[in-house]
Structures are given as structure tokens and as C-alpha cells.
């Protein structure tokens, strides 16, 4: 067993580390006050192969390993949550299942300028009245000739507002249930597709998190992903590989709480001494680096399994539940540690704290990652 990283990992976590602080860094305060997406910061981090971290660079990705896109997406997150997610949507949710399902001709139109950054991508499965249970999805494909004809309406869609296209998750034939869910690229620009009302959240506030509206959509059934019925199937095992980026996400927003929660215990002073000085203070801070420690352990264990070809469900929901919960905590014991301050939007704790909560609720709740685990645990 070997914890070391390779060398070009730990290249490319430098240079992802420094291009964070000198590019996202600077703008995350403003990202997440005006809620506008970062496209010229996009635009820069697809030069970094940032945008198709995991893939060859025959598909136009960067040809890195998954734990190598685990540093990625925490670095990033590690200096805006929101960067963080547009990215890993962009690898894990729209890149990923093209080079997994896509044919070749869809590789060159749906896969290359996605992973090569020139196109954003989004993925839309939920629905207003279906998250956690998506098998209940209504969006319906009604094939008619060469195309499919989409009625219906997807929610909470990150990069919704500004992609060039959305896999959508339809069924095609509702008998079926899940069995008769199909997965279909629609491009934005198709007559039929709107890009419905943008999501006023607590954080990530630039994702362009917004509703995706189909009526009577026609799009070529040359932009179906695998067969017609396969597509719940395409969509939960892009979950899989969409958590080991969340986790890291969770994981990056959780280290910079405990880092400027660290930084301000050793400035603050109370009762004539640094705060840090207080074995309370100090526990906690322990808890966090231990718990941030755990959280990349168990992530990086999952990236690997994933590199190695094995199933890697169980350790994906595993690395999700713990680091997603794990940021939570360490957020909030950041903002304990910087007291009346830590409330301020002055200080960015403040905005980690709101931006760790939604790690335990997209792509899979806790509750659902329980389910998956417990699932596994009780076989066993
Ligand atoms: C900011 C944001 C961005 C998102 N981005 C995307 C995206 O890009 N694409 C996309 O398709 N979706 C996206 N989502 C949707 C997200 O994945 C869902 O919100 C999530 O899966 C939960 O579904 P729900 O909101 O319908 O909650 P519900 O399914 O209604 O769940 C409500 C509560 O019930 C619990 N619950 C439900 N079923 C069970 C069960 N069987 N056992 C125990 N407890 C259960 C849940 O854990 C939760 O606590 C996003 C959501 C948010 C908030």
C-alpha cells in the first residue's frame, strides 16, 4: 500500500494549488455575492485540463487518474465551492457518461469540446417531484421518425443556465418504470428547450443552478446514450464517479475553514493570551484536521478502486457520506473558533459554512449514501 502520490500528481497539485489562489481565490467573494457564473475563469482552467481531468487525451481530456482529479476538485474548492462544482459536473456528470456510453461519432460532436472546455455541460435527472427517488422522473421521449419529441421539466440543474447541453434523463417508455428511462444530449439552442427559473440558494451561489424546461422538444435519435431503457442505469453509475467529486469538494471547502480557523486562533486574543492557547480551542482544531485527514483518505481510496477498473459504489457513497458530513462539522467548529467573527461576511468561514451543507444533500443525500452502504453491509 502506497500513500505517496506520483510525482506528476503532486506537479499538477501545485500547479492547481497555485492557479486556485491566484485565479479563484481572488474572485470567490464576488462569485458568491452576485451569484454570476465564472465562464473566464472556466475558460482558464480548461487551458489547465481542468475540465477533463480523468480522461485521454485522445477524447481531448488531460489523461490524469481519478485521484489525481480528486486533488483537482479539492484544491479548487478549497478556494470557491462553486468553481469547484461546475467542474466537477463537467468531468464526473457530462463528460464522464459520453466516454463510458458514447459512440464515436457522439464522442467527436458531445464528448471533445466539453473536455476540452470550449462547451459546458450539465446533467438533469431530477425533477420537481422526483430527486431521491428518480425512478419517478415524468419527462417523457416520445420517439417519432428520426428524433424524440421531450415534454417536461427538470429542477435544480448546476450549470443549467450556462451549458451548451444537458444529458437528460426521459422516459421513453413509462410502462417500464425505470426500465424504460433513456438518457439524451439536448442541446441548448434546440427549439422547445428553455432554460426555466434560476434556484436562490443558501450557497454555491454561482452554479447557475436552474430548472431546464422541454416542450415538445424534437431532438435526433443519433443524441440517445446507450439503448433506449439504459438510462437509469447510465445515470446512477455517473453518481458513483460524481460523488468521489463531491466528496472532494467537501473535503477542499472543509480545509480552508479549518486553515483560516487555525490562522485566527493563533491572532485572537483573549483573557491576555491567543485563543489557541485554550486546550478547547485546540481539541477542536484537532477534530478537524483529523476528520479533514480521514475524509481525503477515504476519497482517495475510492478514486483508486475507480482507477483500477473494480466496482467502486460502496467506497464512492462511503467517501461522500463521511466527507460531506465531516465539512459540516469542521465548518461549523471554524466558525466557533473565529466567535462573533466567524458570523461576519467580513471573514470567509461564513461562507464555507454555507456552502458545506449542500455536500450532504446533491447527488445522492446522506440518507440515500446510508441506503447504498447499508445495502452492501448487511450482504456481507
Ligand atoms: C444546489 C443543488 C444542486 C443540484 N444539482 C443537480 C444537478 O446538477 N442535476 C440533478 O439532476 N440534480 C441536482 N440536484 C438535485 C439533488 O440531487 C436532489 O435535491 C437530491 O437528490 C435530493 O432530492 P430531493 O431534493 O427531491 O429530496 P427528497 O428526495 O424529497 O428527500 C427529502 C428528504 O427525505 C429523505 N429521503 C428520501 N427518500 C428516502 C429514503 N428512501 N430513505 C430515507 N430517507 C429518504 C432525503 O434524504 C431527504 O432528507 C441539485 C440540488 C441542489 C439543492
Given at each position: 500500500m502506497d500513500f505517496e502520490l506520483t510525482e506528476e500528481q503532486k506537479l499538477l497539485q501545485n500547479s492547481v494549488r497555485e492557479f486556485a489562489e491566484s485565479e479563484v481565490r481572488p474572485l470567490a467573494k464576488e462569485h458568491d455575492e452576485t451569484?454570476?457564473?465564472p465562464r473566464a475563469l472556466f475558460k482558464k482552467a480548461a487551458e489547465l485540463?481542468?475540465?477533463?481531468?480523468?480522461?485521454?487525451e485522445s477524447e481531448g481530456?488531460?489523461?490524469?487518474?481519478h485521484v489525481a482529479y480528486t486533488i483537482v476538485i479539492e484544491e479548487i474548492s478549497r478556494c470557491c465551492a462553486s468553481t469547484g462544482v461546475i467542474l466537477s459536473v463537467q468531468n464526473s456528470l457530462y463528460c464522464d457518461p459520453l466516454h463510458r456510453f458514447g459512440t464515436e461519432e457522439q464522442k467527436n460532436k458531445f464528448l471533445q469540446p466539453y473536455a476540452r472546455g470550449e462547451k459546458i455541460g450539465c446533467y438533469a435527472l431530477t425533477e420537481p417531484q422526483a430527486?431521491?427517488?428518480?425512478?419517478?422522473?415524468?419527462t417523457k421521449a416520445v420517439r417519432k421518425g428520426d428524433t424524440y419529441v421531450l415534454n417536461g421539466t427538470k429542477a435544480w440543474i448546476t450549470n443549467g443556465g450556462a451549458a451548451d447541453a444537458a444529458i437528460v434523463y426521459a422516459n421513453?417508455?413509462?410502462?417500464?418504470?425505470?426500465?424504460?428511462i433513456t438518457a439524451i444530449v439536448v442541446e441548448n439552442?434546440?427549439?422547445?428547450f428553455k432554460v426555466g427559473k434560476e434556484e436562490k440558494k443558501?450557497?454555491?451561489?454561482?452554479?447557475?443552478?436552474c430548472e431546464l424546461v422541454f416542450t415538445d422538444c424534437a431532438v435526433p435519435v443519433?443524441?440517445?446514450?446507450?439503448?433506449?431503457?439504459?438510462g437509469y442505469k447510465v445515470a446512477l453509475s455517473t453518481l458513483d464517479g460524481g460523488r468521489i467529486g463531491i466528496a472532494a469538494q467537501a473535503t477542499g471547502i472543509a480545509r480552508d475553514a479549518f486553515e483560516a480557523a487555525l490562522n485566527y486562533s493563533q491572532q485572537r486574543l483573549a483573557f491576555g493570551q491567543p485563543?489557541?492557547?485554550f486546550q478547547a480551542i485546540q481539541f477542536m482544531l484537532v477534530d478537524m484536521s483529523t476528520e479533514i485527514d480521514a475524509a481525503r483518505l477515504l476519497n482517495r481510496k475510492a478514486a483508486w478502486k475507480q482507477d483500477t477498473g473494480a466496482r467502486f459504489s460502496m467506497d464512492a457513497a462511503i467517501a461522500k457520506l463521511f466527507a460531506s458530513e465531516m465539512a459540516t462539522r469542521v465548518t461549523h467548529k471554524a466558525m466557533q473558533i473565529h466567535g462573533g467573527n466567524g458570523y461576519s461576511?467580513?471573514?470567509?468561514v461564513e461562507r464555507n459554512y454555507r456552502d458545506a451543507r449542500i455536500t450532504e444533500i446533491y447527488e445522492g443525500t446522506s440518507e440515500i449514501q446510508r441506503l447504498v452502504i447499508s445495502s452492501r453491509v448487511l450482504k456481507s
Open positions: 451569484g454570476h457564473f485540463g481542468l475540465t477533463a481531468v480523468a480522461f485521454p481530456g488531460a489523461g490524469f487518474d430527486g431521491s427517488n428518480a425512478a419517478a422522473l415524468q421513453t417508455d413509462p410502462a417500464k418504470g425505470e426500465k424504460g439552442g434546440t427549439p422547445g443558501l450557497g454555491i451561489n454561482a452554479t447557475a443552478c443519433a443524441n440517445r446514450i446507450g439503448n433506449e431503457g439504459e485563543i489557541s492557547q461576511r467580513e471573514y470567509p
